[in-house]
């Protein structure tokens, strides 16, 4: 399977749009048609259009990773005021992600033609702890109206290489250039997962190389810069029968594949299905549950007492969970909510 995926990932990189080029983007600059925008002709009923989402997945010193944002919103209509509420969730747990650098500005064109710039101070920002692991960094642009133009920026800082950027050229408001640029070091891989049906995304890639300092020496690294573009992406809409709106999105998924890096031993980071298995059940906070040794097992015992067809079984255990289940507004990966160190 990991074959494969590797096979269809080197087929793809053959066959990219080498006529893709980067754009440079300028804080601050905006194009004065887009101040004067009344509506999106290729959509009239939004009430927002996202100008720009770029943004640029980079290495620091000793392999770490940097995600700069920078994006941009057209306010259509008041249905588009949200669009001012920006929340970014990043992994609190361990200090192994940090936000940083962040800044916004809407802009709003006034009746003698000068241009309005509002900021967002720092008392405006706040983060919100959601499971403990997970935090939401979040703020809204202030002195929003119909026709602003909002400008945000920040990046999220890792401390390692295992959770990839995941990109999403689609959002509920149509998208009028999405561009992700990923500068990725010889000695880590990744699998990229593209959801793309309608074939809106292009990739261009081409060798690029840095100065790193690694083990506190400075080295010359190489490694592969990709670029993904699309333009005029379409608003996807909630529909009926949608389980989720992640399933239907057009995006792009990082999957760290191995690290070999100067001074460290070689990992397999992505395995097969039979590895991930034993792992799981070897795991004391998964594998507790599924082996029977937890309360939970204890429970169902009780339940089925008595009862031997296995699908009356089901339907018993089915039915208390359905009667008895809370939901906490708590989400956690593992079944105790607690997290290995």
């Not at 300028?26 to 999106?40: A, H, N, R, S, V």
């Not at 259509?76 to 747990?93: M, P």
């Not at 990725?184 to 292009?202: A, L, S």
């Not at 792009?252 to 395995?271: A, D, R, T, W």
């Amino acid at each position: 399977m990991k074959r494969c995926v590797l096979i269809v990932l080197l087929a793809e990189l053959l066959s990219v749009d080498l006529s893709a080029q980067t754009k440079k983007i300028k804080w601050g600059d905006i194009p004065m048609e887009y101040l004067q925008m009344k509506t999106y002709d290729r959509d009239t009923s939004a009430g927002a259009l996202i100008l720009l989402d770029y943004g640029v997945y980079t290495f620091t010193d000793d392999y770490k990773p940097d995600l700069y944002i920078h994006q941009r919103i057209k306010i259509l209509k008041t249905s588009g005021y949200d669009a001012a509420n920006v929340s970014i969730t990043y992994r609190f747990s361990g200090s192994s992600e940090k936000i940083s650098y962040v800044k916004a500005v809407c802009y709003n064109l006034k009746a003698d033609g000068k241009v309005e710039e509002t900021k967002l101070e720092a008392n405006m920002i706040y983060d919100e702890d959601i499971d403990g692991t997970f935090h939401r960094r979040k703020f809204t642009v202030p002195n929003v109206h119909v026709g602003t133009v909002i400008e945000f920026q920040y990046i999220k800082s890792s401390s390692n290489a295992y959770f990839g950027p995941g990109w999403y050229f689609q959002s509920t408001y149509p998208v009028l250039h999405s561009q992700l640029e990923a500068s990725i070091p010889t000695g880590i891989e990744y699998v990229f997962i593209t959801k793309d049906p309608n074939r809106y995304v292009k990739l261009s890639s081409e060798p690029y190389q840095q100065e790193m300092r690694s083990q506190g020496v400075i080295k010359n690294v190489i490694g592969t810069k990709g670029t993904w573009t699309a333009d005029n992406v379409p608003a996807l809409k909630q529909e009926e029968y949608m389980t989720t709106m992640d399933d239907y999105i057009t995006k792009v998924s990082f999957q760290l594949s191995k690290i070999y890096l100067p001074g460290m031993l070689p990992q397999e980071v992505m395995n097969t299905w039979e590895v991930l298995n034993k792992e799981l059940f070897d795991d004391y906070y998964t594998g507790r549950q599924i082996s029977g040794k937890g309360p939970i097992n204890d429970k169902a015992d009780s339940l089925v007492s008595g009862v031997t067809d296995p699908i009356k079984k089901m339907h018993v255990i089915y039915n208390w969970v359905r009667d008895n289940m809370v939901y906490t507004e708590k989400t956690n990966l593992y079944s105790t909510g607690l997290y290995p160190r």
